[in-house]
């Protein structure tokens, strides 16, 4: 009895052994499941992310809200982008890369920029404005075509070459030297008045974007007072963006944006 109950117990004994082995098995297997499950699901959602991060950068239109502001200010200042100068003795970089979201008139601007600007178009239109962006990001060879129209147009008027090409750059930014190459800077009239003269100023939509400008991180860029120092005409209806801590000071201050740079970097020189 003793040697069946043993080989019972022990055949009981494989037969649980057997069991445990089994359950261990799936176990095993389940969890391989569960890791591969987990895995490929992450994966998916990496590619999903890198997707959604390819279609930003190549988006032809985006709406408001699809990038958020926040995005913006995170990244206003950590490598002075945002105050980038160009002008006649700061021509454009040969290569600089830039990131751009069409807007959906066709026009463009620097994705990082673009919160603050469609944020401040929906706030002058919600006043009952009409603003209107007529011009923003060039390409150096757009940029060309403009400047040489505008000699052109002198040329016409009886100025020698140089005399047209000096009157002309003090309206068009010499091809190379002008910030719309960078994606910062747009022009905005008022859709009852887009002619680019003086009158511009006049327009309820342009003292609405004087006045409230800096609070989007937008400066206008060209004032009246300043032509010796910028190299450009008054332009009441050029912008550019530089980030609100800047806009406020340039703005608040009647500065312009060589101005500005001078001061803070010669604070920085001065320890300040
Ligand atoms: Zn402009």
């Avoid at 969890?31 to 988006?59: H, P, W, Y």
């Avoid at 620097?110 to 600007?117: G, I, S």
């Avoid at 309820?204 to 006045?211: D, G, P, S, T, V």
Wanted: contains cysteine; glycine residues 6%; charged residues 25%.
């Amino acid at each position: 009895m003793r040697q069946r109950e043993s080989r019972w117990q022990g055949r009981g004994c494989r037969i649980r052994k057997n069991k445990q082995w089994k359950k261990t098995s799936l176990g095993i297997i389940i969890i391989v499941m569960c890791v591969t499950a987990f895995l490929s699901g992450r994966a998916l959602a990496e590619s999903i992310d890198n997707q959604r991060i390819a279609v930003k950068t190549n988006q032809t239109v985006v709406t408001s809200g699809q990038i958020n502001l926040a995005q913006t200010t995170e990244t206003e200042s950590t490598d002075g982008w945002n105050l980038i100068l160009v002008n006649k003795t700061h021509p454009v970089k040969e290569n600089y890369p830039v990131k751009l979201v069409q807007l959906k008139n066709g026009q463009a601007i620097d994705e990082r920029a673009y919160p603050a600007l469609q944020a401040m178009m929906d706030d002058a239109r919600a006043t009952g404005l009409s603003p209107y962006i007529c011009s923003s990001y060039r390409t150096n060879e757009k940029q060309t075509t403009l400047y040489n129209n505008q000699v052109n147009k002198y040329r016409k008027q009886g100025y020698s070459e140089a005399d047209a090409a000096a009157e002309a750059g003090k309206w068009v930014a010499v091809p190379g030297t002008s910030e719309h190459q960078i994606g910062l800077a747009v022009d905005i009239v008022a859709k009852s008045y887009q002619v680019l003269d003086k009158k511009q100023e006049r327009t309820a939509e342009q003292r609405w974007l004087m006045e409230n400008c800096h609070k989007y991180g937008f400066i206008l860029r060209y004032p009246s007072e300043k032509s010796e120092i910028t190299g450009i005409g008054y332009e009441p209806w050029h912008y550019r963006y530089v980030g609100k801590e800047a806009a406020a000071a340039i703005m608040k201050e009647d500065k312009c944006l060589e101005e500005y740079l001078d001061e803070i970097s010669s604070n920085i020189a001065g320890g300040i």
